[in-house]
């Protein structure tokens, strides 16, 4: 991985790395909250979106209605709807956090530029939707706290010259309030959040299979938590709003509303320009150099024979199919859109052409990543198998982006580097063990449900469980075929792997098909050799 | 790997995220205005005189107009600057001049600034000059306030209702 800033992202990553590790010893990977923060964040918009709706009820729209309503709801009704305030509350600082923490890690894992322009860029009016639906709601209330943030964004506003007459004069003495601007408030705090919802379908437009619906593991943890939150420390008003006094000390939401005192006591044009010109960097981000572009995945259509599989696997949108345009006897054929393509080659390893076993032609799949070719992990594989001594011999697929295997390289275990563990054809295993180049084979990855790539580690699970084509082939025993998705931090865990590995599969003896176990004589290999 | 049975792990994990989210809801409490502090707000959006007076149109300046163009008056566009005065117990703490708005300069001028006093009794005084003259003001309100801390002094103006209106 080439990083824009290293001196930053990486101690970040470390950070991100440790905390799943962390909490992936609690955790299974689909509870695991660090991993998944969309269907986390997701969840907290729903539990908004309900809270709000049954909040909308009881509120009334007006400069007295406002505080009273709420009041109403938070004592009277402290079991249902102030519970439900609460929630709202508490879920619209998680769905902060759940995006905050969102995007610093994929800035840590270097995933918001290139062909992921798109994505980065669809991000940011997102953050800043959320920013003012959650602005607006605090002014709803109607508070001290309400009255601090309404007195502090006009003010800020006004710095602005789009106002004819000043919008802080609205809140200049309590006679000068109408309740028009409470009609206008509660219109912006519902149609922005169904803005955000907009935006959010296209910020995953081009990803397939997003992770929105969290687990429900996930969903009973963080609900559990909520509530408990709810009732331990229930959101409540801070007193009346009253124009005629100052908002001396507020209790503020720091997670909306942390910039607030430095758009107070700072300079407008400052904060104004400190604002452009992040949103501008925010915005700007995925095309700053030093630019990224991958070699985008190839289609063969000498070898495509239109099956879909690429496509089934790709985790980007990136390819489609479309009618044969060479005249062979298929109905499709497979197109790769460059500008979705990140070159993760997971489509190279679904494609049923990607076999090592091939003699007869030139090793060319119907899809390849020209950066990292099957061809060339086949002569790598066969290069370290050759370079393997007597015993037991490992060979290890690890995943570039994943820990180091480089250091488990000895005499008896051989590493071949891939860009994602998705990228391993399961013909590769096959051919590993039934061409004795090797005893067992290790594939080695990204941590569980963290794959850079989204799907890798998936797909690879499920090919060698033989739950998804390409599935490996039933003569290899599973016994010989081991999967570590040990992480970036995982190179001490992995080393431990191999090392277990290779004394089980010195424990098993020589490789013998499972269909023909009986048959020894026929058997090629060492053993027999 | 954990089983889904890890709970007592995951109960931890999620506490100590609710417990952050809780405090930070509502904590560090800010201090916008110390304690024994006094505001008083300042608000104007007021248009000044013509630089050039108006003039009453002849029978035969307006005869020689379109007749969809006849007015009583030919006024200029643009408007003095503003000049106001803000002081405390007799000592200034705001002196602006302030100009008009607009690209021809004949909009309304405006301001709008905060300041910290002492809390307690005090003597206001504001002052505001909106005409051609050089010198003196057009209009000057006095009030003695006996300002209690955490107090909003507000001062509007509203040239209909008399100039300065402390609320």
């Not at chain 1, 955790?27 to 964040?41: D, E, R, S, T, V």
């Given at each position: 991985m080439s990083d824009r800033f290293p001196a930053i992202t990486a101690p970040l990553r470390a950070i991100f790395d440790e905390a799943e590790r962390g909490l992936?010893?609690?955790?299974?990977?689909?509870?695991?909250?660090?991993?998944?923060?969309?269907?986390?964040?997701f969840f907290f918009y729903w539990i908004i979106v309900a809270s709000g709706v049954y909040l909308f009820v009881f509120f009334g729209t007006g400069v007295n209605k406002a505080f009273d309503s709420v009041e109403y709801m938070t004592r009277d009704q402290w079991y249902a709807a102030g519970l439900m305030r609460s929630f709202h509350r508490y879920a619209s600082d998680g769905l902060v956090v759940a995006m905050l923490v969102h995007l610093l890690r994929e800035f840590s894992l270097d995933r918001y530029r290139g062909v992921r322009w798109f994505s980065g860029l669809t991000g940011v009016p997102v953050l800043m939707l959320v920013y003012v639906a959650g602005v607006s709601g605090y002014w709803l209330v109607w508070d001290k706290l309400a009255q601090y943030v309404a007195i502090v964004t006009t003010e800020w506003l006004d710095h602005l010259p789009l106002f004819g007459q000043p919008v802080a004069r609205n809140f200049l003495s309590p006679d000068s309030l109408e309740d028009r601007f409470f009609t206008l408030m509660i219109f912006i705090h519902i149609a922005i959040p169904l803005i955000a919802l907009i935006v959010l379908w296209l910020h995953?437009?081009?990803?397939?299979?997003?992770?929105?619906?969290?687990?429900?593991?996930?969903?009973?943890?963080?609900?559990?938590?909520l509530i408990a939150l709810s009732i331990v420390d229930p959101a409540v008003s801070q007193g009346r709003a009253n124009l005629a006094e100052v908002p001396g000390a507020v209790g503020l939401d720091w997670f909306y509303l942390g910039a607030y005192p430095l758009l107070e006591n700072l300079p407008g044009r400052a904060t104004w320009s400190c604002a452009v010109a992040m949103l501008l960097v925010v915005a700007a981000a995925p095309w700053l150099p030093p630019l990224r572009r991958a070699v985008a995945a190839k289609v063969d259509l000498a070898n495509c024979n239109?099956?879909?599989?690429?496509?089934?696997?790709?985790?980007?949108?990136?390819?489609?199919?479309?009618?044969?345009?060479?005249?062979?006897?298929?109905?499709?054929?497979?197109?790769?859109?460059?500008?979705?393509?990140?070159?993760?080659?997971?489509?190279?390893?679904?494609?049923?052409?990607?076999?090592?076993?091939?003699?007869m032609s030139d090793l060319v799949p119907g899809i390849d990543v020209p950066d990292r070719s099957i061809a060339s992990i086949r002569a790598d594989t066969e290069r370290e198998a050759a370079r393997l001594a007597e015993g037991t011999r490992v060979m290890i697929f690890a995943c570039m982006n994943a820990c180091a295997a480089e250091a488990c390289r000895s005499d008896a275990v051989g590493v071949v580097s891939l860009s994602c563990s998705g990228k391993l054809p399961p013909a590769f295993i096959d051919y590993v063990v039934s061409r004795d180049l090797a005893d067992g084979v290790i594939v080695?990855?990204?941590?569980?449900?963290s794959c850079l790539n989204r799907r890798g580690g998936a797909w690879t699970t499920d090919r060698v469980e033989r739950r998804r084509d390409p599935r490996l082939r039933e003569r290899i025993p599973t016994e010989r075929v081991k999967l570590v998705f040990a992480g970036r931090r995982g190179a001490a865990h992995l080393q431990a792997e191999v090392k277990a590995f290779a004394a089980r599969l010195e424990s098993l003896g020589p490789y013998r098909p499972v269909r023909d176990r009986k048959i020894t004589s026929s058997q090629p290999g060492r053993a027999d050799a | 790997m954990p089983s889904a049975l890890s709970l007592p792990g995951q109960a931890v994990a999620f506490a100590v995220v609710a417990a952050f989210v809780g405090y930070f809801a509502a904590h560090p409490v800010y201090h916008q205005v110390p304690e024994g502090d006094a505001q008083i707000k300042l608000a104007l959006l007021h248009g000044g005189a013509r630089v050039v007076?108006?003039?009453?149109?002849?029978?035969?300046?307006?005869?020689?107009?379109?007749?969809?163009?006849?007015?009583?008056?030919?006024?200029?566009?643009?408007?003095?600057?503003?000049?106001?005065?803000?002081?405390?117990?007799?000592?200034?703490?705001?002196?602006?001049?302030?100009?008009?708005?607009?690209?021809?300069?004949?909009?309304?001028?405006?301001?709008?600034?905060?300041?910290?006093?002492?809390?307690g009794r005090h003597v206001i005084e504001a002052r505001l000059r909106d005409s051609k003259r050089s010198v003196g003001f057009d209009y000057e309100k006095r009030l003695e306030a006996d300002l209690k801390p955490w107090q909003n002094l507000a001062i509007d103006f509203n040239a209909e209702q008399g100039g300065f209106l402390f609320r």
């Open positions: 992936s010893k609690a955790f299974p990977p689909q509870w695991n909250p660090l991993l998944n923060l969309g269907a986390l964040g995953l437009q081009r990803i397939s299979r997003p992770r929105i619906n969290p687990s429900r593991g996930l969903v009973i943890g963080a609900g559990l938590a239109g099956c879909t599989r690429c496509v089934s696997d790709c985790p980007y949108n990136a390819i489609t199919m479309r009618p044969r345009s060479d005249g062979r006897p298929f109905e499709a054929e497979a197109v790769v859109d460059p500008g979705y393509c990140v070159a993760c080659g997971i489509c190279a390893g679904a494609c049923p052409t990607s076999t090592p076993f091939r003699r080695a990855g990204c941590a569980d449900n | 007076d108006c003039r009453r149109l002849t029978a035969e300046e307006l005869a020689k107009l379109p007749t969809t163009e006849r007015r009583p008056n030919d006024c200029s566009r643009e408007r003095v600057q503003l000049v106001i005065e803000l002081s405390v117990d007799g000592r200034p703490i705001y002196e602006d001049v302030l100009p008009p708005t607009g690209l021809s300069r004949d909009g309304a001028s405006k301001t709008y600034r905060k300041f910290l006093v002492p809390a």
